[in-house]
């Protein structure tokens, strides 16, 4: 298949780029390099040391494996772009990333509300326009988030809910009660995408997708050049992934609140699966086809707790702490999720297994040089008052 990944230098789109082209799809990577940008102006970075989008991709260009990438660097804001890189590669399918995706930086000003909302929503309106001068059939798959449903008191469907009222009935979009202004963003995506099945016959997959964890893929272990980004500061690390970086480096284990929040996750491997499944089975034209993708659900203080055991086992003595949450959401709810349309498609999860958690713990301790200690322990933005004076020292 001819596929466009947009996002292609970020934690998820840098091995999915990786992982389709090892299977033999010519893959056009786009990425404007916004989220090395977003680094920079924070003062975080990865843990790990990454080469560049284009050093990347020579890498594995140069290693002779499955096909070679091809690299656009550009905008997805910017029309022309999507355009002309639509029609030059003329894909199958679009697998979309390309959006600033965390709800901490979201929430720092009004400002960064304003540009997380714009970035994500306008680039993923160019492309849908792009679709339709370009080609109509393409199936576009898009990462939405768990985040967008909030966590209601009752069963979360996969996309839809039937509900009957006044003695009608009828199957509408599961109503979103999203987390932040980035989540807030992805529903706006949704709600367009749905619109072009609807009007443009488009044929859509949003993968709600849970907190993905882990850093090695079958490709990104190739070379170290191939590596993908592990962020641990409070702002780009996500809860698994930051848990194991604090108990591993002897920080205590910071969970927010009182810990009772639940949410879907799934390691990487997965992440790299059920995308492959969603372009390997494409919507008919016409369908918006919602997949809630992540493969376990767990509250933080259960995620805490299973790296502390883990970290335990190897000699160390792990704390777990809770602090005030910075967040606003429910730190004690019902949550209860389906997601067995990518299980019905053939997906074999692998579930979180002390093994994992061990390589994890590995390939920290290797990295432990690059850690901020600051921005491992301190939350630098709250939901009530937005980026505090560490994140702006460190800006
Ligand atoms: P990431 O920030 O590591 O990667 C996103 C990439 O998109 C970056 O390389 C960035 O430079 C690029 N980008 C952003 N705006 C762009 C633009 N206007 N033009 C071109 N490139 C642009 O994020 P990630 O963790 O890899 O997440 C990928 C997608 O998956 C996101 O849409 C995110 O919302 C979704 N998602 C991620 C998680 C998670 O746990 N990481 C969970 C749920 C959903």
């Known amino acids: 298949m001819r596929i466009i990944v947009?996002?292609?230098?970020?934690?998820?789109?840098?091995?999915?780029?990786?992982?389709?082209?090892?299977?033999?799809?010519?893959?056009?990577?786009?990425?404007?390099?916004?989220?090395?940008?977003?680094?920079?102006?924070?003062?975080?970075?990865?843990?790990?040391?990454?080469?560049?989008?284009?050093?990347?991709?020579?890498?594995?260009?140069?290693?002779?494996?499955?096909?070679?990438?091809?690299?656009?660097?550009?905008?997805?804001?910017?029309?022309?772009?999507?355009?002309?890189?639509?029609?030059?590669?003329?894909?199958?399918?679009?697998?979309?990333?390309?959006?600033?995706?965390?709800?901490?930086?979201?929430?720092?000003?009004?400002?960064?509300?304003?540009?997380?909302?714009?970035?994500?929503?306008?680039?993923?309106?160019?492309?849908?326009?792009?679709?339709?001068?370009?080609?109509?059939?393409?199936?576009?798959?898009?990462?939405?988030?768990?985040?967008?449903?909030?966590?209601?008191?009752?069963?979360?469907?996969?996309?839809?809910?039937?509900?009957?009222?006044?003695?009608?009935?009828?199957?509408?979009?599961?109503?979103?009660?999203?987390?932040?202004?980035?989540?807030?963003?992805?529903?706006?995506?949704?709600?367009?995408?749905?619109?072009?099945?609807?009007?443009?016959?488009?044929?859509?997959?949003?993968?709600?997708?849970?907190?993905?964890?882990?850093v090695a893929t079958d490709e990104t272990v190739l070379d170290p050049r191939l590596a993908t980004r592990f962020d641990y500061d409070s702002v780009w690390g996500t809860a698994l992934n930051r848990f194991v970086i604090q108990g591993s480096l002897g920080y205590p284990i910071t969970v927010y609140g009182r810990g009772g929040q639940t949410r879907g996750y799934l390691d990487i491997r997965d992440t790299m699966a059920c995308i492959t499944l969603a372009l390997e089975h494409p919507a008919a034209p016409g369908e918006f086809r919602v997949f809630n993708q992540f493969t376990e659900q767990f509250t933080l203080n259960e995620l805490a707790e299973t790296v502390a055991g883990v970290l335990g086992r190897r000699g160390l003595e792990p704390t777990i702490v809770h602090l005030d949450n910075p967040r606003i959401e429910k730190e004690e709810h019902y949550y209860n999720a389906r997601h067995s349309a990518l299980l019905d498609l053939g997906l074999q999860p692998h579930y979180l297994a002390d093994t994992l958690i061990d390589s994890l713990v590995d390939f920290v301790q290797a990295n432990a040089a690059n850690v901020d200690p600051e921005l491992l322990e301190t939350p630098t933005v709250t939901w009530r008052e937005g980026a505090n004076e560490v994140w702006y020292r460190h800006a």
């Open 6 to 214: 947009y996002g292609a230098d970020g934690y998820i789109g840098w091995p999915m780029a990786l992982h389709l082209a090892a299977q033999g799809h010519d893959v056009l990577a786009i990425d404007n390099g916004a989220r090395r940008r977003w680094d920079a102006e924070g003062g975080t970075r990865p843990l790990n040391e990454i080469a560049s989008f284009t050093e990347r991709v020579e890498t594995w260009n140069a290693l002779g494996k499955g096909a070679p990438i091809r690299i656009a660097e550009g905008d997805i804001c910017d029309y022309d772009f999507v355009l002309e890189t639509m029609r030059a590669h003329d894909p199958e399918a679009l697998v979309h990333f390309g959006e600033q995706r965390s709800a901490p930086y979201s929430m720092i000003s009004r400002d960064h509300a304003v540009r997380t909302q714009v970035n994500n929503i306008v680039g993923n309106l160019n492309i849908l326009f792009a679709m339709r001068e370009v080609n109509p059939e393409i199936h576009l798959v898009k990462l939405g988030s768990m985040g967008e449903y909030g966590t209601p008191n009752i069963d979360i469907e996969e996309g839809y809910l039937t509900i009957t009222h006044n003695g009608r009935s009828d199957t509408l979009p599961y109503p979103k009660l999203p987390h932040s202004f980035y989540h807030l963003s992805k529903v706006a995506d949704s709600y367009n995408i749905h619109f072009t099945t609807r009007v443009w016959n488009f044929r859509a997959t949003d993968l709600n997708q849970g907190v993905v964890y882990g």
